[in-house]
T-cell receptor, first 113, second 112 residues
Framework: EDKVVQSPLSLVVHEGDTVTLNCSYE??????LLWYKQEKKAPTFLFML????IEKKSGRLSSILDKKELFSILNITATQTGDSAVYLC?????????????FGQGTTLQVKP | NAGVTQTPKFQVLKTGQSMTLQCAQD?????MYWYRQDPGMGLRLIYY???????DKGEVPNGYNVSRLNKREFSLRLESAAPSQTSVYFC???????????FGSGTRLTVV
Protein backbone atom coordinates (compact mmCIF):
# COMPACT_ATOMS: atom_id res chain seq x y z
CA GLU A 1 0.00 0.00 0.00
CA ASP A 2 1.28 3.45 -0.90
CA LYS A 3 2.17 5.50 2.13
CA VAL A 4 3.41 9.02 2.84
CA VAL A 5 4.28 10.12 6.37
CA GLN A 6 5.17 13.66 7.33
CA SER A 7 6.71 14.80 10.57
CA PRO A 8 6.26 16.65 12.73
CA LEU A 9 2.50 17.04 12.36
CA SER A 10 2.66 20.52 13.83
CA LEU A 11 5.32 22.98 14.77
CA VAL A 12 5.34 26.37 16.51
CA VAL A 13 8.40 28.57 16.13
CA HIS A 14 9.34 32.23 16.42
CA GLU A 15 10.29 34.51 13.60
CA GLY A 16 13.90 34.03 12.59
CA ASP A 17 14.02 30.35 13.53
CA THR A 18 15.00 27.66 11.05
CA VAL A 19 12.71 24.67 10.57
CA THR A 20 13.09 21.27 8.93
CA LEU A 21 10.06 19.36 7.75
CA ASN A 22 10.32 15.66 6.99
CA CYS A 23 8.60 13.40 4.51
CA SER A 24 9.05 9.65 4.14
CA TYR A 25 7.30 7.69 1.44
CA GLU A 26 6.69 4.24 0.04
CA UNK A 27 4.98 4.32 -3.35
CA UNK A 28 4.99 2.14 -6.42
CA UNK A 29 6.33 3.51 -9.70
CA UNK A 30 7.80 6.59 -8.07
CA UNK A 31 8.48 9.46 -10.46
CA UNK A 32 9.17 12.54 -8.38
CA LEU A 33 8.26 14.25 -5.14
CA LEU A 34 6.46 17.56 -4.83
CA TRP A 35 6.11 20.00 -1.97
CA TYR A 36 3.12 22.29 -1.62
CA LYS A 37 2.19 25.14 0.71
CA GLN A 38 -1.44 25.47 1.73
CA GLU A 39 -2.84 28.60 3.33
CA LYS A 40 -6.59 28.23 3.90
CA LYS A 41 -7.29 27.54 0.23
CA ALA A 42 -5.79 25.45 -2.56
CA PRO A 43 -2.24 24.12 -2.31
CA THR A 44 0.37 26.15 -4.13
CA PHE A 45 3.39 24.49 -5.68
CA LEU A 46 6.82 24.90 -4.09
CA PHE A 47 9.24 22.30 -5.46
CA MET A 48 9.47 19.20 -7.57
CA LEU A 49 12.37 16.84 -6.85
CA UNK A 50 13.30 14.07 -9.21
CA UNK A 51 16.94 13.32 -8.54
CA UNK A 52 18.60 12.33 -5.29
CA UNK A 53 20.99 14.70 -3.57
CA ILE A 54 20.30 17.76 -5.69
CA GLU A 55 19.05 20.63 -3.57
CA LYS A 56 16.31 22.83 -4.93
CA LYS A 57 16.28 26.34 -3.54
CA SER A 58 13.87 29.24 -3.68
CA GLY A 59 14.69 32.16 -1.44
CA ARG A 60 14.63 30.97 2.16
CA LEU A 61 13.17 27.58 1.23
CA SER A 62 15.15 24.60 0.11
CA SER A 63 14.45 20.92 -0.36
CA ILE A 64 16.31 17.71 -1.09
CA LEU A 65 15.37 14.16 -1.95
CA ASP A 66 16.97 10.85 -0.97
CA LYS A 67 15.60 8.14 -3.27
CA LYS A 68 17.60 5.40 -1.59
CA GLU A 69 16.24 6.08 1.89
CA LEU A 70 12.85 7.25 0.51
CA PHE A 71 12.59 10.61 2.19
CA SER A 72 12.70 14.30 1.55
CA ILE A 73 13.19 17.35 3.72
CA LEU A 74 11.99 20.91 3.35
CA ASN A 75 14.03 23.59 5.11
CA ILE A 76 12.87 27.10 5.84
CA THR A 77 15.45 29.52 7.19
CA ALA A 78 14.80 32.86 8.90
CA THR A 79 11.11 32.06 9.19
CA GLN A 80 8.52 34.82 8.89
CA THR A 81 4.88 34.96 9.97
CA GLY A 82 3.92 34.63 6.32
CA ASP A 83 5.42 31.15 6.33
CA SER A 84 2.61 29.99 8.60
CA ALA A 85 0.76 27.34 6.61
CA VAL A 86 0.30 23.63 6.11
CA TYR A 87 3.15 22.07 4.12
CA LEU A 88 2.24 19.05 2.07
CA CYS A 89 4.55 16.44 0.66
CA UNK A 90 3.27 14.51 -2.36
CA UNK A 91 5.08 11.78 -4.28
CA UNK A 92 4.07 11.57 -7.92
CA UNK A 93 3.68 7.98 -9.00
CA UNK A 94 2.21 5.88 -11.76
CA UNK A 95 2.98 4.42 -15.14
CA UNK A 96 1.96 5.57 -18.57
CA UNK A 97 0.96 9.14 -19.32
CA UNK A 98 -0.72 9.99 -16.05
CA UNK A 99 1.05 10.48 -12.78
CA UNK A 100 -0.98 10.64 -9.59
CA UNK A 101 -0.09 12.60 -6.51
CA UNK A 102 -0.51 10.94 -3.14
CA PHE A 103 -0.40 13.42 -0.28
CA GLY A 104 0.95 13.19 3.21
CA GLN A 105 -1.17 14.50 6.07
CA GLY A 106 0.78 17.71 6.17
CA THR A 107 2.85 19.63 8.69
CA THR A 108 1.14 22.65 10.21
CA LEU A 109 3.69 25.41 10.80
CA GLN A 110 2.88 28.40 12.96
CA VAL A 111 5.42 31.21 13.08
CA LYS A 112 4.93 33.63 15.95
CA PRO A 113 6.17 37.23 15.81
CA ASN B 1 -6.01 33.40 -16.71
CA ALA B 2 -8.86 31.50 -15.04
CA GLY B 3 -6.93 28.24 -14.56
CA VAL B 4 -9.18 25.74 -12.76
CA THR B 5 -12.65 26.93 -11.81
CA GLN B 6 -14.83 25.08 -9.32
CA THR B 7 -18.47 25.70 -8.55
CA PRO B 8 -20.06 26.08 -6.11
CA LYS B 9 -17.64 27.39 -3.47
CA PHE B 10 -19.91 26.40 -0.58
CA GLN B 11 -22.82 23.98 -0.29
CA VAL B 12 -24.93 22.54 2.49
CA LEU B 13 -26.86 19.35 1.76
CA LYS B 14 -29.23 17.22 3.73
CA THR B 15 -28.45 13.53 4.09
CA GLY B 16 -29.71 11.68 1.05
CA GLN B 17 -29.72 14.66 -1.30
CA SER B 18 -27.73 14.59 -4.51
CA MET B 19 -25.56 17.20 -6.13
CA THR B 20 -22.86 17.71 -8.73
CA LEU B 21 -19.66 19.62 -8.21
CA GLN B 22 -18.44 21.28 -11.37
CA CYS B 23 -14.86 21.77 -12.48
CA ALA B 24 -13.53 23.38 -15.64
CA GLN B 25 -9.99 24.19 -16.79
CA ASP B 26 -8.91 26.43 -19.63
CA UNK B 27 -5.29 25.28 -19.95
CA UNK B 28 -5.93 22.48 -22.43
CA UNK B 29 -4.71 19.92 -19.89
CA UNK B 30 -5.29 16.26 -20.56
CA UNK B 31 -5.55 15.02 -16.98
CA MET B 32 -7.99 16.07 -14.29
CA TYR B 33 -8.46 14.98 -10.68
CA TRP B 34 -10.86 15.20 -7.78
CA TYR B 35 -9.51 15.22 -4.21
CA ARG B 36 -11.12 15.60 -0.84
CA GLN B 37 -9.45 17.08 2.22
CA ASP B 38 -10.63 16.42 5.75
CA PRO B 39 -9.41 18.31 8.85
CA GLY B 40 -5.85 17.42 9.79
CA MET B 41 -5.39 15.30 6.71
CA GLY B 42 -3.77 15.67 3.37
CA LEU B 43 -5.67 15.41 0.12
CA ARG B 44 -7.05 12.02 -0.86
CA LEU B 45 -7.73 11.15 -4.49
CA ILE B 46 -11.36 10.30 -5.26
CA TYR B 47 -11.31 9.89 -9.06
CA TYR B 48 -9.13 10.99 -11.91
CA UNK B 49 -9.31 11.24 -15.66
CA UNK B 50 -6.10 10.68 -17.59
CA UNK B 51 -7.64 12.00 -20.78
CA UNK B 52 -10.97 12.88 -22.31
CA UNK B 53 -13.21 9.83 -22.30
CA UNK B 54 -11.46 7.95 -19.50
CA UNK B 55 -11.99 7.91 -15.75
CA ASP B 56 -10.46 5.80 -12.97
CA LYS B 57 -10.95 5.31 -9.26
CA GLY B 58 -8.56 6.77 -6.76
CA GLU B 59 -8.13 5.99 -3.06
CA VAL B 60 -11.65 6.88 -1.83
CA PRO B 61 -14.18 6.50 -4.70
CA ASN B 62 -17.12 5.03 -2.76
CA GLY B 63 -20.20 7.23 -2.81
CA TYR B 64 -19.05 9.26 -5.80
CA ASN B 65 -19.35 9.22 -9.57
CA VAL B 66 -17.57 11.34 -12.15
CA SER B 67 -18.04 12.45 -15.71
CA ARG B 68 -15.39 13.78 -18.05
CA LEU B 69 -17.79 15.74 -20.21
CA ASN B 70 -15.11 17.04 -22.58
CA LYS B 71 -11.49 18.03 -22.31
CA ARG B 72 -12.31 21.10 -20.23
CA GLU B 73 -14.84 19.75 -17.74
CA PHE B 74 -14.74 17.07 -15.05
CA SER B 75 -17.70 16.82 -12.69
CA LEU B 76 -18.10 14.96 -9.41
CA ARG B 77 -21.52 13.67 -8.38
CA LEU B 78 -22.79 12.62 -4.98
CA GLU B 79 -25.90 10.53 -5.58
CA SER B 80 -26.99 10.25 -1.95
CA ALA B 81 -24.98 12.49 0.32
CA ALA B 82 -23.86 11.25 3.73
CA PRO B 83 -22.39 13.19 6.68
CA SER B 84 -19.10 11.34 6.10
CA GLN B 85 -18.83 13.24 2.82
CA THR B 86 -18.56 16.56 4.62
CA SER B 87 -15.22 17.81 3.36
CA VAL B 88 -13.42 20.32 1.18
CA TYR B 89 -13.23 19.13 -2.41
CA PHE B 90 -10.47 20.19 -4.76
CA CYS B 91 -10.32 19.73 -8.49
CA UNK B 92 -6.95 19.80 -10.23
CA UNK B 93 -5.53 19.44 -13.71
CA UNK B 94 -2.15 18.62 -15.16
CA UNK B 95 -0.41 17.82 -18.38
CA UNK B 96 2.65 15.85 -19.33
CA UNK B 97 5.67 18.06 -18.97
CA UNK B 98 3.97 20.40 -16.54
CA UNK B 99 5.52 20.81 -13.13
CA UNK B 100 2.92 20.10 -10.46
CA UNK B 101 -0.84 20.27 -10.62
CA UNK B 102 -3.01 23.35 -10.95
CA PHE B 103 -5.69 23.34 -8.27
CA GLY B 104 -9.07 24.98 -8.12
CA SER B 105 -10.00 27.06 -5.09
CA GLY B 106 -12.09 24.29 -3.54
CA THR B 107 -15.70 23.55 -2.63
CA ARG B 108 -16.61 23.36 1.03
CA LEU B 109 -19.42 20.82 1.36
CA THR B 110 -21.37 20.18 4.55
CA VAL B 111 -23.83 17.31 4.79
CA VAL B 112 -26.24 17.52 7.72
Amino acid sequence: EDKVVQSPLSLVVHEGDTVTLNCSYEVTNFRSLLWYKQEKKAPTFLFMLTSSGIEKKSGRLSSILDKKELFSILNITATQTGDSAVYLCAPLHGSGNTGKLIFGQGTTLQVKP
Amino acid sequence: NAGVTQTPKFQVLKTGQSMTLQCAQDMNHNSMYWYRQDPGMGLRLIYYSASEGTTDKGEVPNGYNVSRLNKREFSLRLESAAPSQTSVYFCASSDRGQVGYTFGSGTRLTVV
